[in-house]
C-alpha cells in the first residue's frame, strides 16, 4: 500500500515540477508576452473573481461593517426565503414569460427581415432600407425607454391612433397587462434591423446557381423561398437560437428598470430588478446577492446544455 | 428574367412593407427632432406628429442654461468615460488578445478559460457593487473606467482575428531579430486595422449609451454623464406634467428640455453613424466566422 501510494505521488510531483521548469523556461523566452498579461489577469482577478468569492455572503447575514470574514453564517437562510417569499414566483414567471415572448416574436422577426431585403431588387433601394432598419439599434436605454414612456402616455401617439378606431385615452404603462407586450415591442424596434445582418451575411453566401436551377424547375418564388433560401440558412437560424436558448434567463435588467413602475411590477418584476430593489434599493445584500447565484447557477446550467445541444446538432459550438 | 404578373405584386408589397419597417424604425427620431424644436405647448398637448409646430428654439437655449450648465458637465464626463475608457478598453483588450493566441504560449488555455468563464457566469450585482465599494471605488470616476474595461467576447474576436495572420511574418521578423512587442506593434497591430476599428466602435457605442452601472456607481452630480443626467431630465418631466396645472407653460418646458437633451445626446452617434454601420456589420462577420 505504502508503496504504491509512493510511486503514485512521485510521477504527480514530478510531472508539476517538469511543468513549472517548462513554465520558467518559456517565460524566460516569452518575458514580453506574459508581461502583457499581467494587468488583463489582475484585472480579472480583481473585478471579475474577487466579486465571485464575495458570493459566499449569499450564505451570510453579511454586514458592512462586518465585511465578509466577519459576517454571522446563516446557511441556506437567504435562499429560502427568497423561494418560500411571493416574490419567488411572481419573478420567475414574469421572467420565462418575457423571455419566452422575446423567443417568439424577437427571434423570429430578424430572419424574416433579412430573406424580405434579401428580395429587394436594386442595391441602393436594399441600402436604405437596411441603413434605417438599423439606427435603432444606436440608440440608448434610456433615450428608448424616454419615447416609449412619451408614446404611451395619454396624449402620446399610440393613444392618438387607437383613438382612431375609438378606444379610450389611457396610460399604457401604468396597465399591468400592456407591460410585457410593450417591452417586447421595444426591443423588437430596438434590435429586429442589426439582428438581421448576421442572416444578410449567410445569405449573401448561398449559391445563386441553386435559384437559377430551381426556376428552370419551375419553382415559384415562394417555393423557392421555403425550398433554397430557408435550408440555406438554417444552420444559423440554429446556432443563433442556440445562443438565445442560453441567454433565456438574461432579460436586460437596465430596460425594464428603466420602464417598470410600482403599479406594473406584478407583470414587469423580473429576477434581476428584483435583485436590483433589494440589494440596491433596501440594502439586503445578502438576499440580493443569493437570488443573484441562484440565477447564475441556472444560467451557466442553461448555457452548458444548450451548446451541448449545440454540438450535437450543428457540429458547431461555442467552445 | 421573365416575371410573372404574381411576382410582380410580391415585389411591390414587399417593398411598400419593408418602407413601413424603415419608417417605423426612423418615426421616433424625426419625433424627437421635431419635439426638441416645438414650442412647449403643442407638445404637451401631444398634437406633434411629424413637423414641428411652431417653431422655437428656447428648448435648446434652456438646455445651454440648465442648472447652471449641467448639461455641459455631464457631456464632459460623457467624452471622458467614451474617449478615456475605449482607449483603456482597447490597450488592456489588445494585451489580452495577443499573447493569447500565440499556441506555444504555455499557460494559455488557462487564461483562455479565466476569460471565457466570465461570459458564462459572473457574480451578479450585488457582490460586484460591494467590490467596488471596498476598493473604495464608488462615485470615483475610474470605476466607470474600470466597469466592462475588458469585454471577453471582444478579445476572443481579436484573438481569432491574430491568429488568421500567417505566422510566417512572425518568424521571419524573429530572424530579423525583433522583439514581441516590436513585432505586435509593428507588424500584426497594422494587420488588423478593421478589426481595431470595429472592437473601437464597439466600446464607444456601449460607453457612450451605459447607463445602469453609471447611475448605480456615481451619486455626485458633477460626475454623471449624459445618460445619467438625461435619465433625471425625463423622471423630472413625468413628474411634472403629473403635478402641474394645464396652464402653466413653464412646467411643460422640462418637457421639450428633456427632447432637446435626446436630439444633443443622439447627434454624435448619427454623425458616425456611416462608420458605425460600416464596422458593426463587419463585427457581426468576424464574430461570425468564429461562432
Redesign the interface.
Known sequence: MRTESTSVKIPVNSKFKSYFSALYRDVKRDKALYALLILPVLYFVLFHYKPMYGLQMAFQDYSLYKGIDGSKWVGFENFRMFFESPYFLRTLKNTVLISLYQLVFAFPAPIILAVLFNEVIGKRLKKAFQTACYIPHFVSAVIVTGLVTRFCATNGIVNVIASLFGAEKQNYLTMPEYFRGIYTFMTVWQNTGFDSIIYSAALMSVDTSLYEAASIDGANKWKRMVHVTFPSILPTIVTMFIIKLGNFLNVGADNIILLYQPVTYETADTISTYIYRVGLENSQYSLAAAVGLVNGIVGLILVYVSNYVSRRVTESSLW | ?IQ?K??KT??VI??I???I??????Y??I??LSASLSDPTSV???SI?LLPKGLNLNSYKEVINYNDGAIWVAYANTFYYVIVGTAVSLI?TI??A???S?K????GTI?TF???F?M????????????Y???HLVDTRTSIL??G??VSFYVFMMKTFFQSIPDSLEEAAKIDGA???YIMLHIYLPLSASCIITIILYYL?SR??A??WSS?LLNTESKIPL?VL??KL?VDA?WN?ETAGIDSVKDYNAETL?YAT?VV??VP?LIL?PF??KY??KG??IG?IK?
Open positions: 428574367m410573372s404574381a411576382e410580391f415585389y414587399n417593398n412593407f419593408l418602407l419597417c424603415a419608417v417605423v424604425a426612423v421616433p427620431l419625433y424627437v404637451a398637448m401631444g406628429r488592456l494585451f489580452t495577443y499573447p493569447l500565440k506555444r504560449l504555455r499557460g487564461i479565466l476569460v471565457a466570465t458564462w457566469f459572473n457574480a451578479g450585482m450585488i457582490p460586484t457593487y460591494l467590490n465599494r471596498d476598493f474600470l466597469h474595461a475588458i522583439g514581441d512587442i457605442v457612450w449609451n447607463y445602469l448605480i445618460q438625461l435619465k425625463v413625468n406634467a428633456v435626446m445626446s443622439i452617434m453613424y458605425l454601420q458593426f456589420i457581426v462577420m461570425a461562432g
